[in-house]
């Protein structure tokens, strides 16, 4: 499985970015696909996760903000980022769990200046 993450970049705070997040396996619409983030010097955080059902899960400081989806037909996930703030900067890394197994992208750099 690879996961190929896009979208990232500088944006002035109460800005929006879409990142997008193509996976290569079989069966897309099988699995839950999520986001994590990961701020210098702090420890990997979860920010959204959406099943294959659709039910989706968001971290407690991007609720209201964020926004997760997923397009089977193109195996992609997208994450809508709307009023980012400063302290959303940090690198996305796309994730998906297969049974004992953890998948990983290479990260996407998002910055906001305030």
């Known amino acids: 499985v690879q996961l190929v993450e896009s979208g990232g970049g500088l944006v002035q705070a109460g800005g929006s970015l879409r990142l997008s997040c193509a996976a290569s396996?079989?069966?897309?619409?099988?699995?839950?696909i999520g986001w994590f983030r990961q701020a210098p010097g702090k420890e990997r955080e979860g920010v959204a996760t959406?099943?294959?059902?659709?039910?989706?899960n968001y971290g407690d400081s991007v609720k209201g903000r964020f926004t997760i989806s997923r397009d089977n037909a193109k195996n992609t996930v997208y994450l809508q980022m709307n009023n980012l703030k400063p302290e959303d900067t940090a690198v996305y890394y796309c994730y998906m769990p297969l049974g004992v197994n953890e998948y990983w992208g290479q990260g996407t750099q998002v910055t906001v200046s305030s």
């Open positions: 959406i099943t294959s059902g659709g039910s989706t």
């Open positions: 396996t079989f069966n897309f619409d099988d699995y839950t």
